[in-house]
């Protein structure tokens, strides 16, 4: 543990930092303003793509009522290809709002069920470009005049439709999980003053930028207008369709950079059988299977018998369907925004123009977002946290509805006084606010509602709770498509009025109905001194002391416990708990296990291991590459004598192979064994093909892990916590939202365990007999096609050597050993107990693999090592732990110096 190793006189040591008083040490959280974090630099290029396609769509979509609604006429003041009256248009333009918006359920299903949101926006993005290539080609002069235009607008409608949808329900979550850190915590800022970085105002901050930049897409009419007016509608939609090539290119090109969630399985219908057993039990609470149980109703419904069916699943669902119910009032809002794309398009068609195309000034309405969401964000909100004014998100919505409703009511007066005036004599920039007002509106309903849609959700339904959000403007759609014989002469009027009372009636429900729907600000986790330097973690945790605290002089830390859970105490999650506790994070850790080191159950494996270095793995890359890092891990523990080493030894071994070993083992393993010699034929017993003898470590397996265990425990290893308990389920390791990674190293459970069932895993049964033989002083194996046959001195264990079957299907004596060495058959040996256990395997090798499942949530799957845990499992923990080094990053590290009771706190990465 080379930081260990730095005293105070050190060049290269960082000063302490500690809390300059005791009364630093206490502080009022209530009193501190909460900040948002820094956004990952790689969101902004989720942010580039979402750009671009909102510059496709509003750019295509932007020209449509002109071109649906108008003759086509060249000489025309306003342009028009279909003649088809403002009716079918407004029409057509809401199908086509409500097919894109409706579509985003497919594109989440396919996300959270199938191929993840990455491939899903890719998949959607080619749909786009076939739509958008449908629609050029049948928008030219020559299309509109054969009859093929409207045929090809409604096909394209549909195409392009379905890839929007694919976009927007994943890109918004896709956006957001490429930031992970959900804990809150104080930071002293350079001026001194002490703030809590708050995680959820990090989302809105990143909400905030996402919308701006959507509105900043959304500016591509005033290109695609005005090319519709003064050169042809075909070359306006090109325009889009060259904008998402490039988009989906840079997409597709930064892949490597972003964090990516898997799909599922089948969450949408186990979400839908969940909410089938809450609606017949009356209540998520009683659908719960721990409840269930209890009334001994579990066997009433067959899915909660499943595996997956869970106390904590059932509790994930409850907060989907809660976010679910928060937009139900939402398309009474829609309406009224939709309302800015049509039918106040044509409103503009009937007033004095004066060269302005009358669809240019829909873009208004982000123009005026670009300016507020920056106010926003860097006026308006922090000058609320600053006073402690809370406006909360039920806040944020009712305040948006009343906003829309003034711009209709501003648009109903317009339009009585159009209908007073002679035609085209109002100028049409006195229609402003009503863009202007929706605009407002929207940072306050759309971006609060991208909010609610990703934070309320469960991880594995965000696509899909994102896409009924956006399903809400499909549903207002519909209902403008109901509205579409008055939206014409002479009903107008009414009819933006009653839109306005509709949204302010529905701003009021929203507040009455949600308005205790929200939780309260994130718990605060960790205080930051000078650009991250972590000294305090006010959540409880072990120590020597037993009291939550590491003490050290006059001042105390906190830390928390469950930053990094550790699933599963054999000899592969020991291995994980050392190398994090070297690298700095053990003050983070909990270690859970079913068995412990000392406990004897069968199902345990790590204690009735022969434990030693061997050739018994596998040719793979993969093996052989941790083979060799295990070993020369192992050996330099024991040449520098550290304590880890303990029941470690050298020991001479000879390995005999019934078949000839692969070409690259034999290359791989004579690069790095001490003293190994390739046996010649003369000396290899009958039916062996090769043989090596080389210098092999053994260990004393039940030893070496008690040994682990109580060093871990120490303070100097970090005082990494053990806790003895059965995990039903892999989510359930997640012990609370402050738990970012779990080394996920359960062993034999993978095959069936709900989070993972890897069904290439299965128990190999292993028979071993412990005897006591003095005259044994080497290591001697022999690898044959369906059995391995070993024979194993114990280190520090009074001459105790292990005699072992591996892989056997027959019986378990000792014969077989005795005549690979016939020193066995002397009289001092003596068999003091035999054994079974059960060694982890899986089919194609071990697996060592990370899985983000949410934010702020990543599992490093580490098991299936079969009977190589000890050799490999130092080589499996550096492999596991490089998996998820950025993610440690953003947790403290402690280094020691002068013994445990000199401790250093490291800056966060």
């Given at each position: 543990?080379?930081?260990?190793?730095?005293?105070?006189?050190?060049?290269?040591?960082?000063?302490?930092?500690?809390?300059?008083?005791?009364?630093?040490?206490?502080?009022?959280?209530?009193?501190?303003?909460?900040?948002?974090?820094?956004?990952?630099?790689?969101?902004?290029?989720?942010?580039?793509?979402?750009?671009?396609?909102?510059?496709?769509?509003?750019?295509?979509?932007?020209?449509?009522?002109?071109?649906?609604?108008?003759?086509?006429?060249?000489?025309?003041?306003?342009?028009?290809?279909?003649g088809k009256g403002q009716a079918i248009a407004t029409a057509l333009g809401n199908f086509f709002k409500f097919w894109a918006y409706a579509s985003t359920v497919i594109g989440a299903i396919v996300a959270d069920q199938f191929v993840g949101k990455?491939?899903?926006?890719?998949?959607?993005c080619g749909i786009y470009i076939i739509g958008l290539t449908v629609l050029v080609s049948t928008a030219t002069p020559a299309a509109i005049h054969g009859g093929s235009a409207f045929g090809g607008l409604v096909a394209a409608m549909v195409i392009i439709g379905l890839g929007t949808g694919g976009i927007k329900a994943n890109v918004t979550p896709f956006c957001a999980e490429q930031y992970q850190n959900v804990q809150a915590y104080i930071k002293t800022l350079k001026s001194g003053e002490q703030v809590i970085v708050d995680p959820d105002l990090t989302v809105e901050r990143m909400f905030l930028w996402f919308y701006w930049a959507v509105n900043i897409g959304a500016l591509s009419p005033l290109i695609t207008v005005n090319v519709e007016k003064y050169a042809s509608f075909w070359l306006a939609y090109l325009i889009p369709l060259i904008v998402i090539i490039i988009s989906a290119a840079v997409f597709l090109c930064s892949s490597k950079l972003f964090r990516k969630t898997r799909p599922q399985g089948s969450p949408i219908v186990d979400v839908a059988r969940t909410v089938h057993i809450a609606i017949l039990e009356r209540s998520f609470e009683k659908a719960k299977p721990s409840t269930l149980r209890e009334k001994g109703r579990l066997d009433c419904y067959a899915f909660a018998n499943h595996p997956d069916y869970t106390d904590y699943g059932v509790e994930k669902v409850r907060s989907g369907v809660t976010a679910c119910k928060l937009f139900l009032l939402f398309p009474l809002y829609f309406v009224c925004w939709t309302q800015i794309w049509n039918n106040v398009i044509s409103q503009a068609g009937y007033m004095a123009l004066h060269g302005t195309p009358n669809d240019l000034l829909q873009n208004l309405d982000p123009i005026a977002l670009i300016i507020f969401i920056p106010l926003l964000d860097f006026v308006v909100y922090p000058l609320l946290r600053r006073y402690k004014i809370d406006f909360r998100p039920e806040l944020k919505v009712t305040a948006g509805f009343f906003l829309a409703a003034l711009s209709m009511v501003y648009a109903s007066v317009l339009q009585y006084y159009i209908y007073k005036s002679p035609p085209n004599s109002i100028h049409v920039w006195i229609q402003t606010p009503i863009y202007v007002l929706v605009g407002f509106s929207e940072a306050f309903v759309v971006i609060t509602g991208l909010e609610l849609a990703y934070t309320k959700a469960p991880e594995s339904l965000r696509s899909f709770v994102s896409a009924l959000f956006w399903l809400t403007i499909g549903i207002a759609a519909a209902i403008c498509i109901a509205l579409a014989p008055v939206s014409q002469d002479p009903y107008l009027t009414w009819m933006y009025g009653s839109l306005g009372i509709v949204a302010a009636v529905g701003g009021v429900l929203f507040y009455v109905l949600f308005g205790r729907a929200f939780t309260r600000p994130a718990a605060l986790d960790a205080e930051v001194v000078d650009d991250g330097v972590v000294f305090r973690m006010n959540t409880d945790g072990l120590s020597p002391r037993g009291d939550g605290e590491i003490y050290f002089g006059c001042n105390q830390l906190k830390m928390a416990r469950d930053s990094i859970v550790i699933l599963g105490a054999g000899i592969i999650g020991l291995n994980v708990a050392l190398q994090l506790s070297k690298r700095g994070y053990g003050q983070q850790i909990t270690v859970i296990g079913k068995d412990l080191p000392g406990d004897s159950n069968v199902d345990y494996t790590s204690p009735w291991a022969g434990a030693n270095f061997s050739g018994i793995s596998g040719n793979d890359s993969n093996a052989l590459r941790w083979d060799k890092a295990g070993y020369l891990a192992l050996m330099d523990l024991i040449d520098r004598g550290a304590e880890e080493a303990k029941f470690l030894a050298k020991i001479q071994s000879t390995e005999y192979w019934d078949e000839q070993p692969s070409a690259?083992?034999?290359?791989?393993?004579?690069?790095?064994l001490r003293d190994v010699k390739v046996l010649p034929k003369a000396e290899l017993p009958d039916g062996v093909?090769?043989?090596?003898?080389?210098?092999?470590?053994?260990?004393?397996?039940?030893?070496?892990?008690?040994?682990?265990?109580?060093?871990?425990?120490?303070?100097?290893?970090?005082?990494?916590?053990?806790?003895?308990?059965t995990v039903t389920a892999l989510e359930d390791a997640f012990l609370s939202q402050r738990t970012k990674i779990v080394f996920n190293c359960i062993g034999n459970a993978a095959k069936t365990m709900p989070g993972v069932h890897d069904a290439k895993c299965y128990p190999t049964r292993g028979q071993i007999v412990l005897v006591k033989a003095p005259a044994v002083q080497q290591n001697i194996m022999r690898h044959g096609k369906d059995y391995e046959t070993y024979i194993i001195p114990r280190p520090s264990s009074d001459s105790t050597v292990i005699l072992g079957g591996?892989?056997?299907?027959?019986?378990?004596?000792?014969?077989?050993?005795?005549?690979?060495?016939?020193?066995?058959?002397?009289?001092?040996?003596?068999?003091?107990?035999?054994?079974?256990?059960?060694?982890?395997?899986?089919?194609?090798?071990?697996r060592v693999e990370r899985e983000d499942i949410g934010t702020g949530r990543t599992v490093v799957h580490n098991y299936g090592a079969g009977g190589t845990g000890y050799q490999a499992g130092m080589g499996m923990a550096q492999d596991a732990v490089d998996l998820v080094q950025e993610v440690l990053g953003q947790l403290p590290k402690t280094v020691y110096e002068q013994g445990p009771a000199r401790l250093r706190w490291l800056p966060c990465a």
């Amino acid at each position: 543990m080379a930081d260990m190793n730095k005293t105070p006189s050190d060049p290269e040591a960082i000063p302490e930092t500690r809390p300059s008083s005791p009364q630093q040490a206490s502080i009022d959280e209530s009193t501190l303003r909460r900040v948002p974090d820094r956004i990952p630099w790689v969101v902004l290029l989720v942010i580039i793509v979402e750009l671009g396609e909102r510059f496709t769509y509003f750019g295509l979509s932007g020209p449509f009522q002109n071109y649906i609604k108008n003759p086509y006429d060249p000489g025309a003041e306003l342009p028009g290809a279909l003649g088809k009256g403002q009716a079918i248009a407004t029409a057509l333009g809401n199908f086509f709002k409500f097919w894109a918006y409706a579509s985003t359920v497919i594109g989440a299903i396919v996300a959270d069920q199938f191929v993840g949101k990455f491939k899903a926006i890719l998949i959607a993005c080619g749909i786009y470009i076939i739509g958008l290539t449908v629609l050029v080609s049948t928008a030219t002069p020559a299309a509109i005049h054969g009859g093929s235009a409207f045929g090809g607008l409604v096909a394209a409608m549909v195409i392009i439709g379905l890839g929007t949808g694919g976009i927007k329900a994943n890109v918004t979550p896709f956006c957001a999980e490429q930031y992970q850190n959900v804990q809150a915590y104080i930071k002293t800022l350079k001026s001194g003053e002490q703030v809590i970085v708050d995680p959820d105002l990090t989302v809105e901050r990143m909400f905030l930028w996402f919308y701006w930049a959507v509105n900043i897409g959304a500016l591509s009419p005033l290109i695609t207008v005005n090319v519709e007016k003064y050169a042809s509608f075909w070359l306006a939609y090109l325009i889009p369709l060259i904008v998402i090539i490039i988009s989906a290119a840079v997409f597709l090109c930064s892949s490597k950079l972003f964090r990516k969630t898997r799909p599922q399985g089948s969450p949408i219908v186990d979400v839908a059988r969940t909410v089938h057993i809450a609606i017949l039990e009356r209540s998520f609470e009683k659908a719960k299977p721990s409840t269930l149980r209890e009334k001994g109703r579990l066997d009433c419904y067959a899915f909660a018998n499943h595996p997956d069916y869970t106390d904590y699943g059932v509790e994930k669902v409850r907060s989907g369907v809660t976010a679910c119910k928060l937009f139900l009032l939402f398309p009474l809002y829609f309406v009224c925004w939709t309302q800015i794309w049509n039918n106040v398009i044509s409103q503009a068609g009937y007033m004095a123009l004066h060269g302005t195309p009358n669809d240019l000034l829909q873009n208004l309405d982000p123009i005026a977002l670009i300016i507020f969401i920056p106010l926003l964000d860097f006026v308006v909100y922090p000058l609320l946290r600053r006073y402690k004014i809370d406006f909360r998100p039920e806040l944020k919505v009712t305040a948006g509805f009343f906003l829309a409703a003034l711009s209709m009511v501003y648009a109903s007066v317009l339009q009585y006084y159009i209908y007073k005036s002679p035609p085209n004599s109002i100028h049409v920039w006195i229609q402003t606010p009503i863009y202007v007002l929706v605009g407002f509106s929207e940072a306050f309903v759309v971006i609060t509602g991208l909010e609610l849609a990703y934070t309320k959700a469960p991880e594995s339904l965000r696509s899909f709770v994102s896409a009924l959000f956006w399903l809400t403007i499909g549903i207002a759609a519909a209902i403008c498509i109901a509205l579409a014989p008055v939206s014409q002469d002479p009903y107008l009027t009414w009819m933006y009025g009653s839109l306005g009372i509709v949204a302010a009636v529905g701003g009021v429900l929203f507040y009455v109905l949600f308005g205790r729907a929200f939780t309260r600000p994130a718990a605060l986790d960790a205080e930051v001194v000078d650009d991250g330097v972590v000294f305090r973690m006010n959540t409880d945790g072990l120590s020597p002391r037993g009291d939550g605290e590491i003490y050290f002089g006059c001042n105390q830390l906190k830390m928390a416990r469950d930053s990094i859970v550790i699933l599963g105490a054999g000899i592969i999650g020991l291995n994980v708990a050392l190398q994090l506790s070297k690298r700095g994070y053990g003050q983070q850790i909990t270690v859970i296990g079913k068995d412990l080191p000392g406990d004897s159950n069968v199902d345990y494996t790590s204690p009735w291991a022969g434990a030693n270095f061997s050739g018994i793995s596998g040719n793979d890359s993969n093996a052989l590459r941790w083979d060799k890092a295990g070993y020369l891990a192992l050996m330099d523990l024991i040449d520098r004598g550290a304590e880890e080493a303990k029941f470690l030894a050298k020991i001479q071994s000879t390995e005999y192979w019934d078949e000839q070993p692969s070409a690259e083992k034999i290359e791989s393993v004579t690069e790095y064994l001490r003293d190994v010699k390739v046996l010649p034929k003369a000396e290899l017993p009958d039916g062996v093909s090769f043989g090596l003898s080389f210098t092999t470590i053994s260990l004393n397996a039940p030893a070496h892990c008690l040994h682990l265990n109580s060093l871990l425990s120490r303070p100097e290893y970090g005082a990494i916590k053990f806790e003895k308990r059965t995990v039903t389920a892999l989510e359930d390791a997640f012990l609370s939202q402050r738990t970012k990674i779990v080394f996920n190293c359960i062993g034999n459970a993978a095959k069936t365990m709900p989070g993972v069932h890897d069904a290439k895993c299965y128990p190999t049964r292993g028979q071993i007999v412990l005897v006591k033989a003095p005259a044994v002083q080497q290591n001697i194996m022999r690898h044959g096609k369906d059995y391995e046959t070993y024979i194993i001195p114990r280190p520090s264990s009074d001459s105790t050597v292990i005699l072992g079957g591996y892989l056997q299907k027959g019986d378990s004596d000792s014969r077989r050993t005795g005549e690979l060495l016939p020193v066995l058959k002397q009289n001092d040996t003596k068999i003091m107990k035999a054994a079974v256990g059960f060694r982890p395997s899986r089919e194609t090798g071990a697996r060592v693999e990370r899985e983000d499942i949410g934010t702020g949530r990543t599992v490093v799957h580490n098991y299936g090592a079969g009977g190589t845990g000890y050799q490999a499992g130092m080589g499996m923990a550096q492999d596991a732990v490089d998996l998820v080094q950025e993610v440690l990053g953003q947790l403290p590290k402690t280094v020691y110096e002068q013994g445990p009771a000199r401790l250093r706190w490291l800056p966060c990465a």
